[in-house]
């Protein structure tokens, strides 16, 4: 009777020890999120790289034309 018993805490023994392991394992491949920081971070630069891109076109645009107009404001004065 007491070797059954010995067996039966050894068997449960190496259970939870193998429950733990993969507890750990799935925990660990769950909560991994490495990178996803910089990932964001880039799209976000993209992002601001376009926005900024358009913006300079606008800006562009806009003083073309203001150029223009002021030219012909002068011109009619002379």
Known sequence: MNSLLQATVRTQITLNRAGQAVRQ???AQQTNERGE???SA???VM???VIGG???VAY???F???ETKVKEVIDGIN
């Open 42 to 44: 880039a799209i976000a």
């Open 64 to 66: 073309k034309d203001s």
């Open 54 to 56: 358009l913006m300079f």
């Open 37 to 39: 920081g910089v990932i």
């Open 60 to 62: 562009r645009a806009l």
């Open 47 to 49: 992002i601001m790289a």
């Open 25 to 27: 394992k799935l925990s």
